[in-house]
């Protein structure tokens, strides 16, 4: 079975290196020369919004998903009436704009803090009254890794301090949400696929405890060691069943989530494979990368159980030194082949064990060998 998979980057590869054992093939659709993926199939190179690539990327082709969620929407409307796209163009439009995004988890009693949208300068003095400092102020779309955001904190008139935001940020269209005091972040990584016959499975990896550096995730650790008792799961397991139940959603979804005193609250949603995910290659029965190509492909899931505990940590900007993390006993590399260049993921390493107790000196020291440039 061949696989159309718009985006060439890490995530691309990670999909074809999960597939190609399995026999199925990969076309990408990819304007970058040299992209990580371009071992692992067929590239067809042009820009994602143009007309003539995208006739001979969908060319023959049954299924197509992405690795990334700013693909144009007319481009996933148009693959969406030629061929099965999953997930789905909803997902990705939802997920492409914070309001949605927000909305669609408030319309699902999903807990989610105050929000207003801010489209023009004389929206801001009633922003700041629905939702006062401290508050982040987000462009609606386009942002990631902490890009296109500020912390705006209490400081004499808040309308002046948003506004001074506003316009840094481009005025574009933005969202005001509270700060949330947060004790932990966490990830669900879930999957869903039509079954045989008729109606839907859905299936939970182990929820993920993520930290973030700089605004770009510095590491996971699965299972959360900020959930003992099992409730967060439970909790995160509920909400994104009933966001996957009400998209009719097929494939690998993230939903990123504030652990606080009064339950977790929901960030945001990725409607792909997910870098919190990446620890299923090597500690789970069936990677997320696996599991989103059999979904896509309508084929039975495999076990998401993982092999006791596991740590992520992630390569960013500076080449690291690979023999010093061969050295770390159970440390798995794994590189996207792209050049160094600041604030770029370039890699990330998995340490897997019977408990988390056991991956503790392993993780001390790889710690001390990851240096970032950001
Ligand atoms: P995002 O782009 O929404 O994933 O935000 C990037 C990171 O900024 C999150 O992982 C949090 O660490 C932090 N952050 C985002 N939104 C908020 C918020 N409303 N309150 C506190 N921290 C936030």
Known sequence: MKIGVVGGGQLGRMLGLAGLPLGFQFRFLEPAADCPAARLGEIIRAPYDDL???????????????EFENVPAETAQWLSERLVLAPTARALAIAQDRIAEKTT????????????????????DAAVRKVPLPAVLKTRRLGYDGKGQRVLRTNGDDAVTVRTAWNELGRVPCILESFVDFSAEVSMIAVRARAPGHGSVIAFYQLTQNEHRHGILWKSQAPAPCDRDGQLADAAQKYVRALLESLDYVGVIAVEFFVTPSGLVANEMAPRVHNSGHWTIDGAVTSQFENHLRAVGSMPLGSTECKGSSVMINLVGRAPITSRIMEISGAKLHLYGKGARTGRK??????????????????????????WDV
């Open 105 to 124: 988890f408030r319309d699902l009693a999903i807990p989610v803090q105050n929000f207003i949208g801010i489209s023009s300068a004389n929206e801001i």
């Open 52 to 66: 003539d690539g995208l006739e001979r990327f969908a060319q023959d082709l049954s299924f197509a998903t992405y």
């Open 346 to 371: 370039l890699g990330h390493v998995t340490l897997t064990g019977p408990t988390a107790k056991t991956l503790e000196a392993a993780t001390a020291e790889l710690e001390k060998i990851v240096v």
